[in-house]
């Protein structure tokens, strides 16, 4: 029987990471995933390079251009002949992408002698895993240590039938081959949106059901609500408080009945995405035969370190506690790798940043005003809107705001809200603030390029005491 100093579960961004991780430090690890790719061929990556994260980014990407063409370029002074579009070459494009990315990890599994084991893993008594390959026998390794990164998959309806065609998951939303004229998206939430702005901008007429009445309850309430307008304007149709009873899919497309205060509706679309969140994915992991103790909610229970109830078993990524992002689960991969050998190190679980992916995006780190009110913290607030802000009019990209919360008495930033284009790449200046546990005067004291869509970090930290400058 081989044995490995650490088995890893699930090659997704949290395992591979870990895996890469655990064998720099010098551990003989072993990888164990199954995950099928597009054309037949086992994939590393997980969710995230296969169909989550990075295809999704790739089609979002092409999506503004089409959206860009057409609806900005005449006031730069570019003037555009017709414009076509061509899905199956968008949707090529974007499995090349993966392909790559794919094809990368695994090479970086080979570059660091990690050994891929391909097939489903389970646990069994006595630190062993079992690998059933796709083709071939099952196999049994030893392992001093096991790290689980099983991930997640999509939640279902109950009544709904998922056929990835009429009626699809996040996955079959990636492989659409033309544009529906019209689509119903189930759920306003990260994927939701992200997925239903995609098909809107390339021409779909989308309605958007989601079952809460506030619009993203997470996010800052200020710039949810700017969003709910901006997204409304783009021409996503979207209902809160409203309940989907049933859809049934027919050759026609899919007839959808649904429920709000007011009363009870039905609605023909040509196709329709299941976004209604994602689930921790234990199935067929053995986990209760070994005693491997799991959270009503379907989660593996850990400690802050990752750790299970089972000495030696570690659990990371969307299977544990937390916010399902991808790089959440890396960041515990590595701390657990580094905690295997002896290390000392930890996650910060408080800095870590949030993405919407619709456009303009949603960043933020750290708490909302809703947040710090509900734990009678005092705190205050500067604002920035990004219509003031040179670099943004230049961009034509003056819709949203940047929000900086600090402690009321001792200036500590508590969160920080961007709305606006790029805030995925300007959130990463504020979780560096709130790592070093700077004060929104420290922000405010630091030198922002000229003309960048940064300065508005700048200026809204300088407005926590009121000395904006643009405003
Ligand atoms: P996963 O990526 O789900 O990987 C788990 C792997 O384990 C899979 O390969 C699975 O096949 C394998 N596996 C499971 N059980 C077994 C078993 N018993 N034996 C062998 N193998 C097994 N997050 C972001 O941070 N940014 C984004 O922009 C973003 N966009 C997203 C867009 C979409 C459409 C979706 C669906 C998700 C998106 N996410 C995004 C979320 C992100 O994909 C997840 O948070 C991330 O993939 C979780 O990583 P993981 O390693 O925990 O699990
Ligand atoms: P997220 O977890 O961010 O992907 O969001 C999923 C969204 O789907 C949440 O906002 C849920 O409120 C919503 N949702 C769940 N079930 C239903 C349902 N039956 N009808 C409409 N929306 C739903």
Known sequence: MKEFDVVVIGGGPAGYVAAIRSAQLGLSTAIVDEYIGKGGKPALGGTCLNAGCIPSKALLD????????????ASHGIKTAKVTLDIPAMIKRKDEI????????????????????????????????????????????????????????PRTLPNVEVDQDRIVDSTGALEFQEVPKKLGVIGAGVIGLELGSVWNRL???????????????????????????????QGLDIHMGTRVNSAEADKKGVLLKYEDAKGQYEQRVDKLIIAVGRKPHTEGLNATEVDLYIDESGYIH??????TNIPNIYAIGDVVRGPMLAHKGSEEGMMVAERIAGQQSEVNHDTIPWVIYTWPEIAWVGKTESDLKQAGREFKSG?????????????????????????????EILGVHIFGAAASEMIAEAVVAMEYQASAEDLASIVHAHPTMSEAVHEAALNVSGRALHI
């Not at 809460?212 to 700017?226: G, P």
Request: aromatic share 6%.
């Open 98 to 153: 993966v392909t790559s990315l794919t094809k990368g990890v695994a090479g970086l599994m080979k570059k660091n002698k990690v050994t891929w084991l391909q097939g489903h893993g389970h646990l069994e008594l006595g630190m062993k895993v079992v690998v059933t390959p796709q083709k071939g026998k099952p196999e049994t390794v030893q392992a001093k240590n096991i790290i689980i990164a099983t991930g997640s998959v």
């Open 203 to 233: 021409g779909a007429e989308v309605v958007v059901l989601e079952a809460m009445d506030d619009f993203l309850a997470m996010t800052d309430a200020q710039i949810a609500k700017e969003a709910l307008k901006e997204f409304r304007k």
């Open 383 to 411: 604002t920035f809107p990004m219509r003031a802000s040179g670099r943004a009019l230049a961009m034509d990209e003056t819709t949203g705001l940047v929000k900086v919360i600090a402690d009321a008495k001792t200036d």
């Open 62 to 73: 092409s999506s503004e251009h089409y959206h860009r063409i057409q609806h900005k370029y």
């Open 302 to 307: 850990v400690d802050e370190f990752c750790t």
